[in-house]
C-alpha cells in the first residue's frame, strides 16, 4: 500500500488548513496518511531533506519514495500530482 508522509509542525497554520485536503484525497485514491511533526521527529524530517512545510511525500508499495512537493497546491495540482 502507498503512504503518503505530510512534514508538518504545530506552529505552521498552513499546515493546518491543508490537511483535511491531503487526507481527503488519500482517502480517495487508497494511500494510507501519516502527518509527521518535525520539532518530534527531526531525524525523518532530516532523512526526507525537509527545508519548507508543509512538505508532501508519496512513498510507493516497497515503502521508497516515489514523489515530493515542498508546497501547497490546490485540490485539482493535488490529485494531479498523485496521479
Do not use: N
Amino acid at each position: 500500500m502507498k503512504k503518503m508522509f505530510m512534514f508538518t509542525a504545530p506552529w505552521c497554520r498552513v499546515c493546518v488548513q491543508y490537511e483535511p485536503v491531503v487526507k481527503g484525497i488519500c482517502v480517495k485514491y487508497g494511500v494510507e496518511f501519516q502527518k509527521i511533526d518535525i520539532e518530534q521527529e527531526p531525524k525523518i524530517a532530516e532523512q526526507y531533506r525537509v527545508t519548507s512545510l508543509p512538505k508532501l511525500v508519496l512513498l510507493g508499495d516497497d515503502g521508497w519514495p516515489i514523489k515530493t512537493h515542498p508546497e501547497v497546491l490546490s485540490r485539482e495540482d493535488l490529485e494531479e500530482w498523485f496521479r
